[in-house]
């Protein structure tokens, strides 16, 4: 994958999500063609992890973005397939250690600063997209950092760094 694909790619997770989609699903839509998915089938099968899955403030979307896109680049598809389920897993663990890494969590809750009371009162209600709430949120960051993380992984892929 050159860097004008990356770029390409990791600007369309972030318009994604300024037009109101959720973290996962602007990166899973962001590279779903590369794996036969069009962009609704990506948006609606990602729709469900927002705001930390259901909006429960748990694993971020954006992060669950990058699982869901290693699972359809290099998942098995054999049930008794341990070894193809360990080279999952390995990827997965790379990738998210990466994003923690640069986002010092994996969690929603404590990427927005959430605590206690607030994070137990999470309510199934979509908050609703106004410019302040992209100003207050570092979404839209976490989206890029997701969306680049996966590019760069499938850039070494292709050159033969797994």
């Known amino acids: 994958m050159a860097n004008q694909e990356i770029d390409k790619r990791v600007e369309r997770a972030v318009e994604n999500f300024m037009a109101g989609y959720g973290c996962c699903q ?12 069009d962009d609704t089938l990506a948006k609606k099968v990602a729709a469900g ?22 699972g359809l680049d290099c998942g098995q598809t054999e049930g008794g397939d341990r070894e193809g389920k360990s080279a999952c897993y390995k990827v997965v663990q790379e990738l998210l250690a990466q994003s923690k890494q640069e986002n010092g969590s994996l969690i929603c809750a404590e990427i927005l600063g ?46 033969g760094n797994d």
Do not use: H, W
């Open 114 to 159: 959430i605590q206690g009371y607030q994070k137990a009162v999470c309510s199934f209600v979509a908050s609703e997209r106004t410019a302040d709430y992209y100003k207050s949120r570092p979404c839209a960051a976490k989206v890029e950092s997701a969306a680049r993380i996966f590019a760069e992984y499938l850039k070494k892929k292709a050159n």
């Open 26 to 37: 602007s990166v899973v839509a962001a590279f779903a063609d590369l794996y036969g998915l």
């Open 49 to 70: 992890f927002g705001g930390g899955v259901g909006r429960l403030r748990m694993m971020c979307g954006a992060v669950s973005g990058i699982v869901m896109l290693i």
